[in-house]
């Protein structure tokens, strides 16, 4: 196995590169522009005629603070263009990144075939040696394949390499992630390939250099590792809701602890997202693959789809019956500031409202009103008005700024079911609205203690854990 080196390789200044960067989605679209802003030319190709027809007129086909800013800079400079053309794409250049989609079939394995199909067309394409770069998060090994599948294409003495490098961005803080990352991993058993795929990045980034398989499971690991720690708060939250105390509290005492961190460590309606579903279903596959026991990924999607039916549950047993109920859904999107809907607790939530026969409402401040399950409101208030109940899944600015005054004079019922944990209880109280949360707000599930010999009583709620 190659050594891992964890240490700096400079720079991106001294070597501006041509780069190709195959996929203009939020991993292609921000590393393009980002790496156009960073010196190099890029060239971004991607195989939706719809996608490449809004950004050869400019447009921004995803939300992304930012991005449209840097990717018209990246343009005006002359240093970004977009085209559907692989083999003009590929002319004069040594490195294309691989940046297309991954999703989750059925069994939990990511469909690879959008990537093999593209390391096929480039290699195809490639008239010189090629650094090919998987931006895309892919199970161990993938790497090692695709540079058989490019052998069997490629044009005699031409050489394609295949390196991974994956993408560690968060949607809604995208560019900043990209430009001034936590750690840059490389995995290639090339010390030519490391060093050039790193002088892409910004100058002074921590690189992890390690062998192919260790930096695919870098991304999968992280990924599972967010996932537990937010499955980790939920249960907490369960636990402070039987007990009677705050979890925003308790786990603010727990995360402060620097071993531990706050980051990740907040109650809610679940992850969702194209990524941590994805990646620790992805994980789970990896150990199943191999024979080896992945006990805690196991238990966090399981728990995480519970997070999930707990917020219907609670509704359920605060209201009575859903049935026939008027309830708006604030928060499609997957979590505040983006507009993707993909695996959204929102939308599941939505969706399980519906089931359970409620007239649902759906706002969220970015998303598409095609995403919405239920019906489309045009704004919050319009969303609450004539409610019985009201239902907020993501810390968007626009909920955390509604007035509880507002809210609770527009609404028919009392019940702010408050998933994100953006109001304040005290404030909503004082309008006549009830509050119920995740390990916070209004009880619905608090329990006698009886730790013999020292035992205690408090009046017993219905469970709805
Ligand atoms: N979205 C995130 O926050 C994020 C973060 C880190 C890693 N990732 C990973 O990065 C990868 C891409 O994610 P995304 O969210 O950017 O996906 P996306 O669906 O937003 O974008 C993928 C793009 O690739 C294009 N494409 C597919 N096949 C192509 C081909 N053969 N040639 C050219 N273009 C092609 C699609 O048209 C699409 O525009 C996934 O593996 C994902 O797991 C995503």
Not at 119 to 139: F, G, H, N, Y
Not at 220 to 227: E, H, S
Not at 277 to 293: C, E, I, N, S
Not at 362 to 382: M, R, V
């Amino acid at each position: 196995m190659t050594p891992v080196h964890v240490g700096t390789i400079d720079t991106v200044s001294a070597v501006p590169r041509r780069v190709c960067v195959v996929g203009a989605g939020y991993v292609g679209l921000t590393a393009a522009a980002c790496l156009a802003h960073l010196g190099h030319r890029v060239r971004c190709v991607d195989s939706d005629p719809a996608r490449l027809g809004q950004l050869l007129e400019g447009q921004i086909p995803i939300h992304e603070p930012g991005l449209e800013d840097l990717v018209a800079a990246g343009v005006d400079q002359g240093r970004l263009e977009f085209l559907a053309d692989l083999e003009q794409a590929l002319l004069d250049t040594e490195i294309a990144l691989l940046c297309v989609g991954t999703p989750p079939q059925s069994s939990g394995e990511p469909d690879l075939s959008h990537l093999a199909a593209a390391a096929r067309q480039l290699s195809a394409a490639a008239t010189k040696d090629l650094i090919l770069v998987v931006k895309s998060t892919v199970p161990p090994g993938t790497c090692e394949a695709l540079e058989l599948v490019c052998a069997e294409v490629v044009a005699p003495g031409v050489v394609v390499r295949v390196a991974s490098s994956p993408e560690f961005l968060r949607e809604s803080r995208a560019i900043e992630d990209f430009l001034a990352p936590d750690r840059v991993v490389v995995g290639t058993e090339y010390l030519d390939v490391a060093e050039t795929v790193a002088s892409l990045y910004p100058a002074g980034s921590t690189v992890v250099h390690c062998d192919r398989r260790g930096a695919e499971l870098v991304k999968y690991a992280a990924n599972t590792f967010l996932a537990i720690k937010i499955s980790f708060a939920n249960e907490v939250a369960r636990l402070c809701e039987a007990l009677g105390t705050d979890a925003t509290t308790v786990l603010a005492g727990v995360g402060l602890d620097a071993r531990i961190g706050t980051a990740f460590l907040r109650p809610g309606p679940g992850y969702g997202g194209s990524c941590l579903p994805k990646d620790v279903a992805g994980f789970r596959a990896v150990g199943q693959t191999l024979g080896t026991q992945t006990r805690l990924a196991d238990a966090t999607e399981q728990e995480n789809l519970h997070a999930r039916l707990f917020v219907v549950s609670k509704l359920a047993l605060v209201l009575g019956s859903l049935a026939g109920k008027q309830v708006a859904v604030l928060g499609l999107a997957f979590k505040a500031g983006t507009d993707d809907t993909r695996d959204s607790p929102g939308v599941h939530i939505a969706r399980q409202l519906i089931a359970a026969g409620a007239d649902v409402r759906c706002f969220d401040p970015l998303a598409s009103p095609a995403e919405a399950p239920g019906n489309w409101a045009h704004s919050a208030a319009a969303a609450v008005t004539g409610s019985d109940a009201v239902v907020v899944t993501t810390a968007a600015e626009e909920f955390k700024s509604l007035d509880p005054a507002v809210v609770a004079a527009a609404m028919r019922g009392t019940v702010l079911l408050d998933a994100a944990g953006v109001f304040d209880i005290a404030a909503c109280s004082a309008v006549g609205l009830t509050v119920y949360g995740i390990g916070r707000g209004a009880p619905t599930d608090f329990h006698a203690i009886v730790w013999p010999p020292l035992r205690w009583a408090h009046p017993v709620a219905t469970a709805a854990r």
